[in-house]
């Protein structure tokens, strides 16, 4: 199928989340019109920020409720666009079954549309990596878009925490499949990694774990993640970027997948240590990150830093197809700060001496 023309409509799912606020930044500055689902748009503590914009005053963004468990809910907003970013999470991924339900609707909406010649949908790189069983990663280290999870290990299921993984590519085969059935739009899957950077809005320093996670650190406690898995890191804007390149894109195809990440693989303890070196005006009292795993796990600790390390990080087909080039962490460290002081508020711990100011 065709990639979305210069200046069409595209539908933002999830547009007042972290990640999706970002895609309909992104959109706007290249002169797209954009339709921004939310869950409630008369909510102003989620949806002012979009509000806010002169793109809203002026009608080329434009605001719409749906809950993504009402089925047709996306009927009438997919209407007239040319493109559909699906950013937005569904609620319970441990039901597979509800999750292809949501799938299924969505995808009946698009095919309805008349007009959508283009979906990308937002997977995560846990349908990549996220393994039951770790050395896994040692017998299959390089991790590009061709890698999944070992689908044929028994244990695979919600009950091992698997449910986030297999949702997302139940997602992204739905979707995949559906697009190929049809013959008149193509599913193209996006699969981000841990996202930093900027918040627009207060209320999205809880809607995601790692600016949540940063937050943490300016408050003074911290604690090791992922079984001493380092970050693996993608700036949200970076991130955005690729889902409008995949949009816009005439070298991908349906069905194919990409992996945003910058390939940066900091640890948590340098991060911690990194606002302090980033910032030193601010006089962050950099806390000690507590090891919270039991002792089963903190025997391991080299072990698992070491399986972790082996991991190759690639990203060239991404890269290729978009032409996306990855902002350095510390420059995403940086503004993700400096946004949680500035629009959230946060009141971090302080070494003696120091204040903020205003």
């Not at 569904?90 to 609707?105: A, G, L």
């Not at 993608?234 to 889902?243: E, G």
Request: net charge negative; hydrophobic share 35%; glycine share 8%.
């Amino acid at each position: 199928m065709a990639a979305i023309p210069r200046g069409a409509t595209v539908a933002v799912t999830g547009s007042a989340g972290f990640i999706g606020s970002w895609v309909v930044r992104v959109l706007l500055d290249k002169g797209y019109r954009v339709r921004a689902c939310v869950r409630n748009a008369d909510d102003d503590e989620r949806c002012g920020f979009l509000k806010a914009l002169g793109a809203y005053r002026s009608g080329r963004l434009t605001l719409h409720s749906a809950n993504l468990d009402d089925e047709g809910c996306f009927d009438d907003i997919f209407k007239g666009c040319h493109g559909v970013a699906h950013v937005s999470h569904v609620s319970n991924y441990n039901d597979q079954d509800y999750v292809k339900r949501v799938c299924d609707h969505m995808i009946n909406s698009v095919n309805n549309s008349g007009t959508v010649s283009r979906v990308v949908v937002t997977s995560s790189i846990a349908a990549v990596i996220s393994e039951v069983d770790i050395q896994e990663l040692k017998r299959r280290p390089t991790l590009y878009e061709d890698r999944y999870p070992d689908e044929q290990n028994p244990k695979r299921d919600v009950t091992h925490g698997q449910g986030y993984s297999m949702g997302k590519v139940l997602a992204q085969r739905a979707f995949s499949d559906a697009a190929e059935e049809s013959g008149d739009w193509d599913a193209i899957t996006v699969c981000p990694a841990d996202n930093v950077g900027p918040i627009q809005s207060a209320h999205q320093k809880n809607m995601g774990p790692w600016q949540h996670n940063i937050e943490m650190m300016l408050l003074g406690e911290y604690f090791q993640n992922g079984a001493y898995r380092p970050w693996m890191t993608v700036d949200v804007r970076d991130d955005a970027a690729c889902h409008v390149g995949l949009l816009e894109s005439v070298l991908v195809k349906n069905g194919e997948r990409y992996i945003a990440w910058s390939t940066d693989t900091p640890k948590v303890e340098e991060i911690c240590a990194g606002i302090d070196r980033l910032l030193p005006e601010l006089g962050h009292a950099t806390p000690e990150v507590t090891d919270q795993f039991p002792d089963r796990v903190k025997a391991r600790e080299q072990e698992l830093r070491s399986i972790w390390a082996s991991c190759d990080l690639r990203n060239d087909r991404i890269k290729a197809v978009t032409g996306v080039e990855f902002r350095p962490f510390d420059e995403s460290l940086r503004d993700c700060v400096e946004s949680l002081l500035a629009v959230a508020n946060v009141q971090p711990v302080l070494k003696e001496g120091f204040s903020l100011r205003g």
